[in-house]
C-alpha cells in the first residue's frame, strides 16, 4: 500500500515523499530507521506520472537502461555497496524519468526489498526479463556480470531495432513524396489546366481524362474518402491488435519475400541471444524458454518456442523440438544440438545471434539495393505519366490555335 509522508531529518529539512509498505506501522518503523521525523502519514493513491501514462515519450529509454546498468556494474565493482550507488546514480540522472524510478528503488532498498524486486514495481521502465535476469544475479552473487551482460544484449537488440528502421526509411519516404506529389497535382496543378482545355475544347487523351474524373471525385468526395481512410486504417489497426488478427498478419509478413527473410533471421538472432545471457545468468532452461517467450514479437514464431517449450518439458530434450519446427532453419537445431552434446549450448547460441544478425545486415543491404531502383522507376512513371496527362493535351491547344 502507498502512503505520502511528511518528515522531517535530524537538521530539522522538510521532506515530502511516498513509501509502498504492507501497513501504517510499517511505514512509520522505515522512516523513524531513516532517522526521520514523522510529521504527517496517510494512505494515498499515488497518482500515475506521465512517464507511466506515456512511457513511450516520457519513460526510460532503452539507452537509459543501458547506460544505467554498465554504470551500476562499474560502481558495484569498485567496491561501493549497491545503495551508495544507486543513490549515486539517481543524483547524477540528467534524465527525470530515470531520476524518478531509481529514487523509488532506493527507497525500496532501504526497506530490505532486493533490487530485482524493487525494479518489478516499475514495469513501464524496466521490462520484466530485466527484473528476472537481475534476480538470478542476486541470488548467484554475480550481480556485476549480470549488468553487463543485459547491457551487451540490449545494446544488440537497439542496435537491430535501428537496422530494420533505416532499411524501411527510405522507401516509406519515397513514397510519402510519391502520394504528396499526386495529391498536389490532382488538388492544386490541375484544375486551372482543366479549365483551359475545356475553354479551348481541346482533344483530351485518356490519360488526362483520367487524372480529371480523379481529381474531381477528390473535389467532391475528399473529405469521405479522408474519413472513410482513416476508419479503415483505425479498424485495421484495432483486427491487428487482436489475437487473430495479429496471428493473421505475422504469418502474412513472414510470407513476403526478403522482409519475411528479415522478420525471421531477426526473431531467431534475438531468440539466441536472449537465451544464451539467460543461461549465462543461471537460469534453468525451462525458465529461460518461459522468458524467451516474452520477447518474440511474432506470433507463429512465439507459437512454435511455444510447442518447442511444452516438449521441453515433457523431457524431449531442446534440440530435438526445434528440428520438428518447419519454420526454423536446420542450422538452428544442429547448433543446439552440438552445444548440449559438448557443453557449450550459451556460446553455440552466442554463435548463432551474431550468424542471424549478419544474416539480417546482407538480408537488408540486398533489399535496399532492390528497392532504391524500384522506387525510384516507380516515381519516374508517376510523374512521366502526370507529364504526359498535362503536357499532350497541350499540344493539342497549339494544334488548334495554328
Same mark, same amino acid.
Given at each position: 500500500m502507498n502512503y505520502r509522508y511528511v518528515a522531517f531529518d535530524q537538521q530539522g529539512r522538510r521532506i515530502e515523499g511516498w513509501i509502498e509498505v504492507p501497513n501504517e506501522a510499517t511505514a512509520e518503523e522505515a522512516l523513524w530507521g531513516k532517522g526521520l521525523t514523522v510529521a504527517q502519514l496517510v494512505p494515498a493513491r499515488r497518482r500515475p506520472s506521465l512517464s507511466a501514462l506515456f512511457p513511450t515519450f516520457f519513460g526510460v529509454k532503452r539507452r537509459d537502461l543501458i547506460i544505467f546498468s554498465r554504470q551500476l556494474a562499474t560502481l558495484l565493482s569498485s567496491g561501493i555497496s549497491i545503495l551508495p550507488a544507486l543513490r549515486l546514480l539517481a543524483e547524477q540522472s540528467d534524465r527525470k524519468a530515470l531520476r524518478e524510478v531509481l529514487q523509488d528503488v532506493t527507497a525500496a532498498l532501504e526497506q530490505g526489498r532486493p533490487l530485482s524486486a524493487a525494479l518489478s514495481a516499475h514495469p513501464f521502465a524496466v521490462p520484466e526479463l530485466y527484473a528476472r535476469t537481475i534476480a538470478v544475479g542476486e541470488r548467484t552473487g554475480n550481480l556485476e556480470d549480470v549488468l553487463r551482460q543485459l547491457a551487451t544484449y540490449m545494446e544488440k537488440e537497439q542496435a537491430l531495432a535501428r537496422k530494420l528502421t533505416n532499411a524501411l526509411a527510405y522507401p516509406a519516404f519515397v513514397l510519402v513524396v510519391a502520394v504528396g506529389v499526386v495529391v498536389l497535382m490532382l488538388t492544386t496543378a490541375l484544375p486551372p489546366m482543366v479549365e483551359l482545355f475545356e475553354s479551348f475544347g481541346a482533344e483530351l487523351p485518356w490519360s488526362t481524362r483520367a487524372m480529371i474524373a480523379v481529381s474531381r471525385f477528390i473535389s467532391a468526395y475528399g473529405v469521405y474518402v479522408l474519413v472513410g481512410s482513416l476508419t479503415l486504417a483505425g479498424v485495421s489497426s484495432w483486427w491487428s491488435s487482436r489475437p487473430t488478427g495479429r496471428r493473421l498478419r505475422d504469418l502474412a509478413l513472414l510470407h513476403v519475400p526478403i522482409v519475411g527473410q528479415v522478420v525471421l533471421q531477426g526473431q531467431i538472432s534475438r531468440f539466441a541471444q536472449t *537465451?544464451?545471457?539467460?543461461?549465462? !545468468?543461471?537460469?534453468? %532452461? +525451462? =525458465?529461460?524458454? =518461459?522468458?524467451?517467450?516474452? *520477447?518474440? #514479437?511474432? $506470433?507463429?514464431? !512465439?507459437?512454435? %518456442?511455444?510447442?518447442?517449450?511444452?516438449?521441453?518439458? !515433457?523431457?524431449?530434450? &531442446? +534440440?530435438?523440438? %526445434?528440428?520438428? #519446427?518447419?519454420? &526454423?532453419?536446420?542450422?538452428? !537445431?544442429?547448433?543446439?544440438? $552440438?552445444? #548440449? #552434446?559438448?557443453? *557449450?549450448? =550459451?556460446?553455440?547460441?552466442e554463435m548463432l545471434a551474431d550468424f542471424y544478425k549478419e544474416a539480417v545486415d546482407r538480408t537488408m543491404h540486398r533489399m535496399t539495393t532492390l528497392v532504391e531502383p524500384v522506387m525510384t522507376i516507380f516515381i519516374g512513371l508517376i510523374v512521366g505519366f502526370l507529364a504526359i496527362s498535362i503536357v499532350m493535351p497541350m499540344y493539342s491547344i497549339m494544334s488548334e490555335i495554328k
Open positions: *537465451t544464451a545471457v539467460l543461461i549465462q !545468468a543461471g537460469l534453468p %532452461l +525451462s =525458465e529461460v524458454m =518461459e522468458l524467451v517467450l516474452q *520477447t518474440v #514479437e511474432n $506470433v507463429p514464431v !512465439a507459437d512454435a %518456442l511455444e510447442r518447442v517449450r511444452v516438449a521441453l518439458l !515433457a523431457g524431449q530434450g &531442446f +534440440s530435438a523440438p %526445434l528440428a520438428d #519446427e518447419r519454420l &526454423f532453419p536446420p542450422l538452428l !537445431a544442429q547448433m543446439v544440438r $552440438v552445444g #548440449e #552434446e559438448t557443453g *557449450t549450448l =550459451e556460446g553455440n547460441l
